[in-house]
């Protein structure tokens, strides 16, 4: 199928994000003009300062929050050229907050909606299709039980965790996975109900690790996934394996997360679909024995653990039936095919990318 994005224009929201960054890459290889939202002026001139030669492919404008009035209007408005596209990233992705409903569900469900809603009034003709990215917290059971494996988890499930729960438990991840749950469903919600002339496309990822091309400024720079799953083994912040665990035990490799996106923009197979994106398995030890054998300079401060067990005493992650997204993924694909990059090169990239940036040494 044809994948230039030549002369066509995309707006995507959040493109300083560990995972947009790799979106807007693939975007500007591929052609496509690019207006993004970010949250400052300094982060628009971080991203371009990070990457010189996107300049001239890509354009800024600042949404501060999305929580304000109509805060997308006057960019499809005022946009120099009407949209072809929409890749929606933007939601928070961080779980040091006090007030889960005001800094994660609101929002993450208020983004969602405002966005939709704009582009319906205001895209115009030309808007063909929405891309959300969504998260496999939508699809899983975030109660469910890890001591037996369970039935695998197929495009149709949805997670059954309530805002009440996550705010009486005053749990951050389970208040992270109603924030896409919520905002999924207000995006499937707005499909029925306003029938808007573009289509919708939703990519739920899991744990999503990697290299990152997204702006750096030390430690705290590295996306909240990379750290809990690759960097925290590295810094210190375990000093051992057992009693690790994981909130989900599957990945996906954040280039493939971003090619799904590009890809899905022109491909028939994906109009109002959900997509899986599962990799493989992902677990502390995993990550622990693939940093050792290929970091000797970085042995010393990973810890051993027990190299054979590869899974957590009493987990037995329920799986993951892909059969239809891998279906839909390989029709966008450029060859047809779709393979995800694995565990190893995933984890490799990613610490070569701490390395070169300076934030691990
Ligand atoms: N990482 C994963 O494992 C994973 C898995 C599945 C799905 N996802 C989804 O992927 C998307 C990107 O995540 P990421 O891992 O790339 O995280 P990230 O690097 O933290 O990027 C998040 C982006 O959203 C923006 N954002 C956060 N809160 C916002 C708010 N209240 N208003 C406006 N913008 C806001 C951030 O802006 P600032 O930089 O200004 O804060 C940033 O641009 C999110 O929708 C996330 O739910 C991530």
Redesign the pocket.
């Known amino acids: 199928m044809v994948q230039s994005g030549a002369g066509e224009h995309v707006l995507l929201t ?1 493109a ?5 960054s790799h979106i807007l890459s693939i975007l500007i290889e591929r052609g496509y003009t690019v207006l993004a939202t ?2 400052s002026h300094e ?1 628009a001139k971080d991203i371009i300062s990070t990457h010189p030669s996107w300049k001239n492919h890509v354009e800024f404008v600042i ?1 501060a ?2 929580t304000s009035d109509r805060p997308f209007d006057d960019i499809f408005q005022n946009s120099s050229k009407p949209f072809d596209y929409v890749i929606h ?5 961080t779980f040091q907050i006090s007030d889960i409903q005001k800094e994660m569900i609101e ?1 993450a469900e208020m ?1 969602t909606t405002q966005i939709l809603r704009a582009a319906q009034h205001f895209g115009g003709p030309s808007l063909k299709r929405f891309v959300l ?1 969504g ?2 917290v939508s699809v899983l059971n975030s109660f469910e039980d890890l001591s037996t494996e369970g039935k695998p988890y197929t495009e149709k499930d949805w997670n059954p965790v309530t805002a009440e729960q996550a705010i009486s438990q005053n749990d951050t991840v389970l208040g992270y996975n109603v924030s ?1 749950i919520r905002a999924e469903a207000a995006a499937w919600k707005f499909m029925r109900e306003s029938k808007p002339t573009f289509d919708l496309t939703v990519i739920n ?1 899991d ?2 690790t990697g290299p990152m091309i ?1 702006p750096i400024h030390g430690p705290k720079s590295i ?3 990379n750290h809990f799953a690759i960097a925290s083994f590295i810094d210190g912040t375990h000093k051992q394996i057992d009693g690790v665990t994981f909130p989900f035990y599957h990945f996906v490799d954040v280039r493939d997360v971003a090619r799904s996106h590009v890809d899905a923009l022109k491909n028939p197979a994906a109009a109002n679909q959900r997509i899986l994106l599962i990799s493989g398995l992902i677990t502390p030890q995993l990550v622990v024995n693939i940093i050792r054998q290929n970091f000797p300079s970085l042995k010393d401060r990973v810890p051993e653990g027990n190299p054979g067990q590869i899974l957590p005493s009493g987990v037995h992650p329920t799986g993951w039936d892909t059969r239809i997204s891998l279906d839909i993924l390989a029709k966008g694909s450029r060859d047809g095919t779709w393979e995800y990059i694995d565990l190893k090169k995933s984890v490799i990239d990613a610490v070569n990318s701490m390395l070169s940036t300076g934030i691990l040494r």
């Open positions: 959040g300083n994000g560990f995972v947009a970010v949250r982060k949404v929050d999305f990233t933007a939601s928070p992705v929002p983004g990215l998260s496999a896409k990822p744990i999503i997204h996306n909240e996934t």
